[in-house]
């Protein structure tokens, strides 16, 4: 009697166990944070990657998007994707600098003098940088900028003797940079780029280094809206995973899933670069610029 209710027993088990498909044994959700508003372009780019992302999954990987720096600024992002309560972002080189300072090799100051030497470069260093991520325990899936950096201030500025008398803002860690600056006769700000909205309205800073395209989408110009007209360096990026969280989409669809990521950095640097004049046209609209 006790052997047939053993029996029974497992036969239930095996029954149960035979009723949970393995795509639903191996769902999972990817959470991926950035500071980018939205309902802005580059948040429905995207948001229409991550929706092709589950597809090409079957909807056994979900993702889920928190733009506007909900999740904090970049080196948070970071941190939570080391501690694992984030898998992902799409982060400026402040962001991957947080993982290995590396990046920098492609944001050295007056170095290029159009996009098209940017992308040689790029395409030259990306995959040794993207190596030394890996080494780290992180993915990188495709690169992406925001276009040309320029020094936005409350006054104008014409000179660096100009520049050095304003309040800048430098991104909060980034102590080599901070140094370099003080270095060199400025006044450097450190603060999580979350605040800069903030020190912008109360004059904790009244400078800061960002291209058109964020001046516009984060609404930084309407209280910086002196523009200088040199192209700084490029505000370079992209995004990048936690190997944990690149480990949780099924092998067989991960050249697909990183192709889909390319796809949307290459809109996104179409966007921004096509974009450029609409952007300077419209902070001119508003009497800025």
């Known amino acids: 009697m006790r052997e047939a209710r053993l029996v029974w027993m497992l036969?239930?088990?095996?029954?149960?166990?035979?009723?949970?498909?393995?795509?639903?044994?191996?769902?999972?959700?990817i959470k991926i944070a950035t500071l980018v508003p939205q309902g802005s372009a580059w948040f429905v780019t995207v948001q229409e990657m991550a929706q092709q992302w589950q597809q090409i999954t079957g909807d056994r990987v979900t993702v889920r998007l928190y733009p506007g720096g909900v999740a904090g600024d970049d080196s948070d992002v970071v941190r939570k994707m080391r501690l694992g309560t984030l898998d992902g972002g799409l982060l400026t080189a402040a962001g991957f600098a947080e993982i290995d300072r590396s990046v920098f090799a492609l944001a050295m100051p007056m170095a290029y003098a159009s996009?098209?030497?940017?992308?040689?470069?790029?395409?030259?260093?990306?995959?040794?940088?993207?190596?030394?991520?890996?080494?780290?325990?992180?993915?990188?899936?495709?690169?992406?900028?925001a276009g040309w950096l320029h020094f936005f201030t409350k006054v104008p500025v014409r000179m660096p003797d100009d520049l050095r008398a304003q309040k800048l803002f430098c991104w909060a860690g980034d102590n080599p940079a901070i140094e370099l600056w003080k270095a060199s006769g400025f006044s450097p700000v450190p603060l999580p780029a979350t605040e800069i909205s903030t020190a912008l309205q109360t004059g904790l800073v009244n400078a800061l280094p960002t291209s058109p395209q964020a001046a516009v989408l984060m609404q930084w110009f309407t209280s910086a809206p002196y523009m200088t007209d040199v192209n700084w360096a490029v505000l370079s990026g992209g995004l990048v995973l936690s190997k944990a969280a690149w480990e949780k989409f099924p092998v067989e669809v991960r050249p697909a899933i990183q192709e889909?990521?390319?796809?949307?950095?290459?809109?996104?640097?179409?966007?921004?670069?096509?974009?450029?004049?609409?952007?300077?046209?419209?902070?001119?609209?508003?009497?800025r610029g």
């Open 11 to 29: 036969a239930t088990v095996i029954a149960v166990a035979g009723l949970v498909s393995p795509a639903a044994a191996q769902k999972a959700t």
């Open 115 to 145: 996009y098209e030497e940017f992308d040689a470069v790029l395409a030259q260093l990306g995959p040794q940088i993207e190596k030394t991520y890996a080494d780290k325990g992180f993915v990188v899936l495709a690169w992406a900028d």
């Open 260 to 287: 889909a990521a390319r796809a949307a950095a290459v809109k996104l640097n179409a966007q921004t670069r096509e974009g450029a004049a609409r952007d300077l046209e419209a902070m001119k609209k508003r009497g």
